[in-house]
């Protein structure tokens, strides 16, 4: 039986899976999970995970959730290249470190401005009154800076001469605002070599088919006016930023 | 040279790297670093770890951030029992994936209770609006659910018979509101047998020694000198009440 990836590509988590998944030549199947939809809420999917969050790994009878998680698996179970999770303890540590504090780190802050520009004004039909927007943007930009400063410095890659799976997890979060129009290595040319590093080791196919959704988030503005947003997601989303 | 470990006990983090050290035998150097006072900010803490942010562990040269990647780290180095970190596969998947979910899910919503309940109000000496603090607990029941539904279940531990990083990287955090005096376990016999579980597995002694100085927080504010939080005021009120 075949691999299962629950996914959509709108979440970072789900691209950095579905991009290790297929540099790293692993054959799964694509099972789409629509989120603008609240498809992650409905009967089938709490079959799933009760979670109710994507991505999640079907294999066989074991099901599994959290992105870190399933990278881990897969390098682990698919004896992935080393540097992707490496054995050295010193090394591990370094991606452990950095896969641990990107979730609160990162991935929050890239995530709110996500959604403050991309999502929450179609949903509310109201932008984000500025102080929210610009406290988000300031949290963003501090966040990048410790990225660059600690995670980064001067190596190619954040635990040195090779790419892992923290550049993997980094590189979706750091995407994520982009495809609102929040150009975030514009003006930051230690991030944006970077970026182009990671890119060409992950190989620019994958990455832009990983991206591509996200990329063009404002048809998000279009798929809502035409299908609509059912109205417990408008509810949820809304309480979310409250 | 021994390894140095900075720790401040009312930290969650900080317990469960603490707690490990200590069941495991591992011989360390325990530096104290006092949270109240500011004293991350230290010229010298910011040699160890420029996050600002406690635990963090020198080992040598090496120096290292984050609990979940200092745990995994300690147990790899000293070859701790398997149990803490499975060397098979699903298993040791099981915990990598309790340990993802708890950042956003269990660390967030729990520590946000002890700042809002008792730290904000009694030692800042700002007001908390009723609509935060019923939404914070709203937020911390809705993860204790998910806590009891997908990651306790009707196991002993978190996964399966022994106790494993995931079981003292829940507990630490799980415990942090008594200390503002909410009762957590209160009307939860399930989790209060898990918790019970947990402190017999670690040994109530270093498991009570640990959590000595959240348990008596209430107390230790009463005394606190106001001026101490003067600094730290403007930033903690604007990420917790804005």
């Known amino acids: ?242 | 040279m021994v390894l140095e470990i900075y720790l401040d006990l009312f930290s969650q983090p900080c317990r469960s790297v603490y707690i490990f050290a200590k069941k495991n035998n591992i011989q360390f150097d325990h530096k104290k670093i006092v949270l109240f006072d500011g004293e991350q900010y230290n010229e010298e803490y910011g040699r160890i770890n420029v996050l600002r942010k406690l635990p963090a562990i020198r080992d040598g040269d090496f120096c290292l951030a984050e609990s979940v990647a200092i745990l995994m780290y300690l147990a790899e180095k000293f070859h701790s029992p398997d149990h803490w970190y499975p060397a098979d596969l699903q298993k040791r998947a099981r915990v990598n994936e309790y340990l993802s979910w708890q950042h956003t899910a269990i660390r967030m919503t729990a520590a946000k209770i002890l700042w809002l309940k008792l730290l904000i109000p009694k030692a800042m000496e700002v007001d908390v609006p009723k609509d935060k603090m019923d939404s914070a607990i709203e937020y911390l029941n809705g993860a204790l659910h998910q806590f009891e539904e997908k990651f306790l279940q009707d196991r002993p531990f978190i996964v399966g018979d022994q106790i494993s990083l995931a079981d003292l990287v829940a507990v630490v955090e799980i415990i942090q509101p008594l200390g503002a005096g909410l009762d957590v376990f209160e009307n939860r016999p399930k989790l209060r047998a898990w918790k019970d579980r947990v402190r017999e597995a670690v040994g109530a002694e270093l498991f009570d020694e640990a959590h000595q100085d959240i348990l008596s927080c209430q107390e230790i504010v009463e005394t606190m000198d106001r001026n101490k939080f003067d600094v730290m005021k403007p930033k903690i009120v604007k990420y917790f009440l804005s």
């Open chain 1, 1 to 242: 039986m075949p691999l299962e990836l629950y996914l959509d590509l709108h979440s970072q988590p789900c691209r950095a899976v579905f991009m290790f998944a297929k540099l790293t030549a692993i054959p799964f199947e694509y099972k789409s999970v629509d989120l603008s939809a609240g498809e992650q809420f409905g009967e089938e999917f709490g079959t799933v995970s009760i979670l109710r969050k994507v991505p999640v790994l079907k294999d066989g009878d074991f099901i599994l959730t959290e992105s870190i998680a399933i990278l881990q698996y897969l390098a682990a179970k698919h004896r992935t290249p080393d540097h992707w999770y490496p054995a050295d303890l010193v090394k591990r540590a370094r991606v452990n470190e950095y896969l641990s504090w990107q979730h609160t780190g990162l991935r929050a802050h890239g995530s709110r401005v996500f959604w403050f520009r991309g999502v929450l004004p179609v949903v509310t039909g109201t932008p984000v009154p500025k102080e929210k927007m610009d406290s988000a943007l300031e949290d963003l930009n501090m966040s990048l800076k410790t990225f660059e400063e600690k995670f980064l410095q001067d190596r190619p890659f954040i635990i040195g001469e090779k790419i892992s799976l923290a550049d993997l997890v980094a590189i979706v979060e750091t995407m994520q605002p982009v495809g609102t129009g929040l150009d975030v290595f514009e003006g930051r040319p230690i991030l944006s070599a970077w970026r182009d590093r990671v890119k060409k080791e992950i190989g620019a196919e994958v990455f832009d088919e990983a991206h591509k959704v996200v990329m063009n988030v404002d048809v998000l503005s279009q798929t809502f006016e035409t299908k609509g947003i059912p109205e417990f997601l408008k509810l949820r989303i809304t309480k979310m930023f409250n």
